[in-house]
């Protein structure tokens, strides 16, 4: 079984800006690798004697250039730049298989994260090993046993965080599942969950409506503020702590609801929310978004396979609120 343990770092500010630094390395890799494949790729299809970009051939031709044309690049570790490479062909796989979008190219404070294979750090207790740069304070040890595949390093407003996939076979940090009963889940926006059992209606904890008032007095600070001053950085910073939090709350309250559902239940039903086209409803786009509906899926996926709870989707077209109205 494969699971991740996200961790938060206690790095200085020397380790916090060669932090910075290698994700700005991976994210130019990264659009340098997009811009190169949509060249040969449309290259290939003119004349086929050309050759068709491949990510190896990427990142060979990227290690044959970078000394003389971004020798900034050898100031980090090489895993920056290459598994930036390696997820745009991955990228490109799932556009090609139907499972995503046209890869886009990655932003400066949205993606700003670097990934490491397991033969280019180590774990110790609560410390990381980072290629050229040594041992970064983790605010808590690895959680799991198993071979250690990778880790990526990411930032979210001004804290840094390592998340540590590893395959491990060990479910003992699973809290025993029940899996005695069988439940259908309607979600809404004015009660989050609706259950079948006859309980009360879950209503979800709508964090960016709660905060909203402060959300948009912060942003309005951020737009007075001139643009790159120091009060402006200042601004910003307090301004992605919020939505950080808002983020937070919003899945804390969602991983333990899925969670209580894997857990007592042997099959849970939900709807086949057709979420995209709820947003179009420029009435109800804000709050549809602050429930989570999304969320609730993915991990209600991976979550009734950890627990072995078989999980039902109902037709989106399904009468469910007239059958049942109350």
Not at 83 to 89: D, K, R, S, V
Not at 90 to 97: M, S, V
């Amino acid at each position: 079984m494969l699971i991740a343990h996200r961790i938060a770092l206690d790095p200085n500010n020397v380790q916090a800006t060669y932090f910075a630094r290698a994700a700005g390395t991976a994210r130019f890799a990264y659009n340098w690798a997009l811009a190169e494949w949509k060249r040969q790729y449309v290259a290939w299809k003119l004349d086929n004697r050309q050759t068709k970009p491949t990510q190896a051939a990427l990142r060979r031709q990227l290690n044959a250039i970078k000394r003389e044309q971004f020798p900034w690049m050898l100031e980090v570790t090489k895993n920056a730049p290459q598994m930036a490479i390696i997820q745009l062909g991955q990228a490109f796989q799932n556009f090609f298989a139907g499972r995503a979008k046209y890869p886009q190219p990655r932003k400066k404070g949205v993606h700003d994260r670097f990934t490491l294979t397991n033969d280019q750090f180590s774990i110790d207790g609560c410390r990381i090993r980072i290629p050229n740069l040594g041992w970064v304070r983790m605010r808590e040890s690895l959680r799991f046993a198993g071979k250690i595949l990778s880790a990526t390093v990411s930032r979210v407003a001004d804290r840094w965080f390592v998340s540590v996939a590893v395959d491990t076979q060990d479910d003992s940090h699973l809290p025993q599942a029940k899996n005695q009963g069988v439940v259908g889940v309607d979600l809404g926006v004015a009660a989050l969950a609706t259950l079948s059992t006859g309980e009360p209606p879950i209503p979800g904890p709508k964090p960016h409506k709660a905060l909203l008032a402060w959300l948009q007095r912060l942003s309005r600070s951020l737009s007075r503020k001139q643009k790159g001053s120091a009060n402006r950085k200042k601004a910003k910073a307090k301004l992605a702590r919020l939505h950080a939090r808002i983020a937070h709350i919003r899945a804390d309250f969602t991983h333990k609801l899925t969670t209580r559902l894997c857990r007592e239940n042997q099959a849970v039903a939900l709807e086949d929310l057709n979420v995209s086209g709820m947003l179009a409803n420029e009435k109800l786009a804000r709050a549809i978004s602050d429930v989570g509906f999304g969320l609730i899926r993915s991990q209600m996926e991976y979550k009734a396979q950890r627990y072995g709870t078989r999980l039902v989707f109902a037709e989106r077209w399904y009468p469910s609120s007239r059958l049942c109205s109350v």
